[in-house]
């Protein structure tokens, strides 16, 4: 069992930067591929950027590739989002996800443990 606790979130103007954390709980996070997704209103919960359990694998949605760079510390069981340039549409709630496996994948229903998730805000 993986607990996991997403910190960070804001408001912040367009072009400005913000860097999201989510604390894991446990002593096996680094077994976990590790992701963030986001919701907006109305819309589904999407995928943004995921990392392998190890040292190596990302990948990114095309919409944040360039801008957004996915991190993780297995020494303190925390991995980053860090967001530059960023724009009215990345406004979401942001939501840490692990996985019981070595690999990365793009779609929700392969993550195992959410976090509650963290308002980011960006306003125009």
């Known amino acids: 069992q993986v607990q996991l606790v997403e910190s960070g979130g804001g408001l912040m103007q367009a072009g400005g930067s913000l860097k999201l954390s989510c604390a894991a709980s446990g002593r096996t996070f680094s077994s976990y591929a590790m992701a963030w997704f986001r919701q907006a209103p109305g819309r589904e919960r999407e995928f943004v950027a995921a990392h392998s359990r190890s040292v190596g694998t990302t990948n990114y949605a095309d919409s944040v590739k360039g801008r957004f760079t996915i991190s993780r510390d297995n020494a303190k069981n925390t991995v980053y989002l860090q967001m530059n340039s960023l724009k009215p549409e990345d406004t979401a709630v942001y939501y840490c996800?692990?996985?019981?496996?070595?690999?990365?994948?793009?779609?929700?229903?392969?993550?195992?443990?959410w976090g509650q998730g963290t308002q980011v805000t960006v306003s125009s």
């Open positions: 996800a692990a996985r019981s496996s070595a690999y990365t994948s793009t779609l929700e229903t392969r993550y195992d443990f």
